[in-house]
């Protein structure tokens, strides 16, 4: 990979694994739920002038809205409001590696491989650690909702790869920005039963520039360019190559938070995190390794 390409897939890097701590901070001035709304309504508006939609059944772009949006990021949002420390949300949203392996092996009839299992076992250890140590800015049920974040991961992972099969040549970004389209309706539905109008109306007359830009930031900047670059990488260049540096954010994500929030890092959760990022690389990258030592 060049020196540029590898300086923006880093930028990606940077930008996803910061991430978690603007969410934290917009979350000072908007409800999870309309905060959410407000990240797919910039994801899609007014994108959906200029990419052309895929040449996809409705459902497909239905169901991963639905999933990515109130599934990942809705829950995400609840959690990271009072119940989970940025930091420890980034680490457990890469739960969905070993959820996409378990509905695999349901849904597509795929063979559990020994270093998949491996793999998943070094990430339970470190979840173990996690639930072991919950105290007031990491509770069990946030925990449990970036869990419920990682299985609706997986499940979207699942639409992708169905589109995927379907269209072998799909544009990614424009399966995302369409895709958002239909995110905004559940959770604003959302939003309206369980923050109320009120609520919707107080958070949007008071939030402050920070907190429309932060909303603007979570679609643009995620979503287009964090999207749109990566599988503009992924063109030029090989998955195995690509794909590795993903493992990267959780690492950002962790640091940035210790960095602007003063999230300790004791001993127990650097273990827990070394445990889940090397149960992801075993999964990832042991078999282009092994390939590798295969072909030598």
């Known amino acids: 990979m060049s020196f540029p390409h590898l300086l923006l897939a880093l930028a990606v890097i940077v930008v996803w694994g910061t991430n978690f701590v603007i969410i934290k901070l917009g979350l000072g001035e908007l409800p999870p739920l309309l905060f959410a709304t407000l990240r797919f309504f910039f994801s899609c508006v007014p994108w959906l002038l200029f990419v052309r939609r895929p040449a996809l059944p409705w459902r497909f772009l239905v169901a991963n809205g639905f999933f990515l949006g109130f599934g990942l990021f809705g829950l995400l949002f609840i959690a990271m409001r009072n119940d989970i420390a940025p930091g420890v949300a980034s680490l ?7 959820f996409t392996i378990g509905l695999s092996m349901v849904l597509l009839g795929e063979r559990l491989r ?4 491996a793999g998943l076992a070094l990430c339970v250890a470190g979840l173990v650690q996690l639930f072991l140590h919950v105290d007031a800015t990491t509770t069990t049920l946030g925990l449990l909702l970036t869990l419920g974040c990682g299985l609706s991961w997986g499940i979207a992972n699942m639409v992708a790869k169905k589109a995927i099969q379907r269209d072998p040549a799909l544009d990614m970004l424009g399966f995302m920005v369409w895709s ?3 995110a ?9 039963i369980f923050e109320g109008p009120w609520r919707i109306a107080d958070g949007l007359a008071h939030a402050s520039a920070f907190g429309w830009g932060a909303s ?9 360019f964090g999207y749109g670059v990566w ?23 962790m640091a940035s938070a210790a960095v602007w929030f003063g999230e300790p ?9 070394a445990l889940v990022l090397l149960g992801l ?3 990832t990258l042991w078999p282009r390794l092994r390939a590798r030592f295969v072909s030598v």
């Not at 457990?92 to 070993?98: C, D, G, K, L, S």
């Not at 905004?184 to 309206?192: F, G, M, T």
């Open 180 to 182: 958002s389209l239909f």
């Open 114 to 117: 020994a270093f998949q299992a």
């Open 231 to 253: 599988n503009w990488l992924l063109a030029r260049y090989p998955a195995a190559t690509i794909s590795p540096l993903s493992l990267l954010v959780p690492i950002v994500g």
């Open 184 to 192: 905004v309706p559940p959770l604003l539905l959302a939003s309206l």
């Open 216 to 224: 603007m930031w979570q679609g643009v900047a995620n979503t287009l």
């Open 92 to 98: 457990m949203v890469q739960t969905q590696a070993f």
């Open 281 to 283: 690389a075993t999964i």
């Open 265 to 273: 890092l004791p001993a127990w959760k650097l273990e827990a995190g």
